[in-house]
Each structure stands twice: as structure tokens, then as C-alpha cells.
């Protein structure tokens, strides 16, 4: 059964740090670029980052860039996203997907194969 889990999700104080993960079980993650996905309350889903398959290449929206970092440890199956110097506007459910091994030129949804169920990450200010 193919499944994605998201986990690390919570409630912190603005210029603090979370990192989430995704934990991919019933295939084989090495073969699959992952992208992390948010939606804010009222809002459409918004492409925040990938990493590719083939070569690790990462790719981060303008409102991330030089904050969050995504990386892979295939051995473990799980994508992790470190978010630093968060900010309210981060306030959001946080997806991760699994889709061809590369990244989109741009974060399309349909992009992707398999989605998680989200975590809700909530930066207070």
C-alpha cells in the first residue's frame, strides 16, 4: 500500500524552527521526486519545494528561498523539510508529495502521484 506521512508538525513562535518529515512506505522513494505543498486556511495549495530523484537538485519557492531546505535520506524513505526564521504567513497544513523523478518547472499539483494527509504547522507571532 502506498503511503506518505507527514510528521513534526506544531505550534511555534515567529524567527523559530521546525523541521517536517515525510515518511514514504510501499515504494521505493529513490525513484521519485518529492514536493512539499501548503494551504493556508481559505487559500490554494501552494508549491513551497522539491528535490528531484536523479541528481538531488532542490528547488524552493521565492517566499522560502534561503529559510527552508528540503533533503532526502532514501535509505530511511523520508524527505525532510527544515524551516527556519519562520514567519506567521508560514501558517499553514504542509503536504508532501511523490511524482516523476524530476521537479516540475512549476509546482503543479497534478504533477504528482501520491500525496500525505498533511501537518499543521502554526508559527504565532
Known amino acids: 500500500q502506498v503511503q506518505l506521512r507527514e510528521s513534526g508538525g506544531g505550534l511555534v513562535q515567529a524567527g523559530g524552527s521546525l523541521r517536517v518529515s515525510c515518511a514514504a512506505s510501499?515504494?521505493?522513494?529513490?525513484?521519485?521526486?518529492i514536493g512539499w505543498f501548503r494551504q493556508a486556511p481559505g487559500k490554494e495549495r501552494e508549491g513551497v519545494s522539491c528535490?528531484?530523484?536523479?541528481?538531488?537538485?532542490?528547488y524552493y519557492a521565492d517566499s522560502v528561498k534561503g529559510r527552508f531546505t528540503i533533503s532526502r535520506d532514501n535509505a530511511k524513505s523520508t524527505v525532510y523539510l527544515q524551516m527556519n526564521s519562520l514567519k506567521p504567513e508560514d501558517t499553514a497544513v504542509y503536504y508532501c508529495?511523490?511524482?516523476?523523478?524530476?521537479?516540475?518547472?512549476?509546482?503543479?499539483?497534478?504533477?504528482?502521484?501520491?500525496w500525505g494527509q498533511g501537518t499543521q504547522v502554526t508559527v504565532s507571532s
Open positions: 508529495a511523490a511524482g516523476p523523478p524530476s521537479c516540475p518547472l512549476v509546482a503543479a499539483t497534478d504533477w504528482y502521484d501520491y
Open positions: 528535490i528531484s530523484s536523479s541528481d538531488d537538485s532542490t
Open positions: 510501499g515504494f521505493t522513494l529513490d525513484y521519485y521526486a
